[in-house]
């Protein structure tokens, strides 16, 4: 969900993902963005599915160990160091090693890296006698290993839920018995390839048969009613902050245009400013800010909600510049909210505005802030990462502010739909502003007292 969230920074300038693909060619693990703050692990995957020849199932050469333990303590150390070592480091400790123990078929460090794991595989055989015990697992075994792939094959088509109960427990119990064959294989030092297709094979039956329980209706209710709006209140230090960065910019754009009343015209776009100018007419003609037929009001109200869910994602994933995007995003907005009220203001219309403005926007100012305040935590793993690494905080943190984006959301699809039917109708000013007067108290009822029944049980 981070990684999928942050997807906005990482595909800029749109549509080149320039950002992305930087941070991938720079990063030592190919991440993104969104991979470093989401904790992923960027793997490249073998496409193995077939069981190996049987030719090829022992992963020993034949014979004892050649080397002696000295020579085998000293490959074994560069094997394992290999990956952390810089590629002069690693090219001139493998020559050494390759001209001492005459590994001598093409470049030093494969061959180096050729002669660990024939060794390795000498070793194995001569200490559990594999060889013959790997390949005759697999004389005994293939049938049931090959019946696992197909029976898993189906469930994952299928799924297991659409299969009959006398099939998923034959699928169980293949699980089971092939587990054991991978462990039973690993024992007799069996090749890579065997023991890569066995593990797939049993890591997708264990996601099938014990994945966790899907969350419920009930769940979901229980975490919009009580997690949120605690995890709002455990987090009010960021959000404040960013309601500050929202807030602050806004008064200093008002009281800068309500002195020079021109410099709108430097802040704001024609259209507001026209919008401000007009407002007297409209007002004097008995018609609201906007309006709107009835008949366009979901439309209006979708592509609203879709417009401010994409703001507040802007907002937070900011958050994983060091939290500098997400300032600029929230500053940005301050203004414009700052300056709207002040053009309408220097007209002797505010009333004309916030009529329009308050129904909704109580509910809409305050996911904006949360989602800033999201984007500033998950930003301050880079600044203030605690006791834990900067990689480490910013998992964490990640974490704890998709839950808040998450809340966030629901609570503009709630401001959208108020703004697309509710804000625009011609309904009395009084009842408007009362209507606003209830949502801020409801608002307000539903973050500081939500969930506090829970915490106190638990405390």
């Given amino acids: 969900m981070v990684r999928n969230l942050l997807r906005v920074l990482d595909a800029q300038p749109f549509p080149t993902w320039l950002v992305g693909g930087t941070v991938m060619l720079f990063h030592a693990e190919t991440k993104r963005l969104g991979d470093l703050a989401a904790g992923s692990l960027v793997v490249r995957e073998r496409t193995a599915t077939v069981l190996p020849e049987e030719s090829n199932i022992s992963g020993e050469a034949a014979g004892p160990p050649r080397l002696s333990e000295a020579e085998w303590d000293a490959l074994s150390r560069y094997a394992a160091r290999h990956p952390d070592l810089a590629l002069g480091v690693r090219r001139r400790i493998a020559g050494v090693l390759a001209a001492r123990l005459g590994a001598t078929e093409g470049d030093a460090e494969g061959a180096v890296l050729r002669l660990h794991r024939d060794e390795a595989a000498r070793r194995s055989a001569s200490a559990t006698g594999g060889g013959g015990r790997a390949a005759a697992l697999v004389r005994r075994q293939r049938a049931r290993w090959d019946a696992f792939r197909r029976a898993l094959q189906q469930a994952e088509r299928e799924g297991l839920e659409a299969l009959p109960e006398r099939e998923v427990g034959s699928f169980a119990a293949l699980y089971r018995e092939v587990a054991a064959d991978l462990a039973r294989a690993r024992t007799y030092g069996a090749s890579p390839e065997l023991l890569y297709t066995l593990e797939r094979q049993v890591g997708a039956g264990h996601n099938l048969l014990y994945r966790p329980a899907r969350r419920g209706w009930r769940q979901a209710w229980e975490w919009v009613a009580e997690g949120f709006p605690a995890l709002v209140r455990s987090r009010w230090r960021p959000i404040a902050l960013a309601a500050a960065f929202l807030y602050v910019p806004a008064l200093i754009a008002f009281a800068a245009i309500r002195l020079d009343p021109p410099r709108a015209r430097e802040v704001l776009p024609a259209e507001l400013i026209a919008r401000a100018e007009q407002a007297s007419e409209r007002e ?47 500053v940005f907005n301050g203004v414009l909210l700052g300056g709207v009220a002040a053009a309408f203001a220097n007209q002797g219309q505010s009333l004309h505005l916030w009529t329009f403005v308050l129904p909704h926007g109580i509910i809409e100012l305050m996911a904006i802030a949360i989602a800033g305040g999201a984007g500033l935590w998950l930003g301050s793993a880079l600044w203030m990462p605690g006791r834990r690494t900067r990689r480490e905080a910013l998992t964490m943190r990640g974490r704890e502010a998709v839950g808040l984006i998450a809340g966030t959301t629901l609570l503009l699809i709630i401001a959208g739909l108020i703004e697309g039917f509710v804000s625009p109708a011609p309904i009395p000013r009084a009842v408007k502003l009362g209507f606003a007067l209830l949502t801020a108290v409801l608002l307000a009822l539903y973050l500081l007292s939500g969930g506090r029944a829970t915490t106190d049980r638990a405390a």
């Fill in 284 to 330: 004097a003609a008995g018609k609201g800010y906007v309006e709107i037929p009835e008949v366009f009001m979901p439309v209006m109200a979708s592509g609203i909600i879709a417009n401010n869910v994409q703001v507040t994602f802007v907002a937070f994933a900011g958050g994983i510049l060091a939290g500098i995007g997400t300032v600029l995003a929230l």
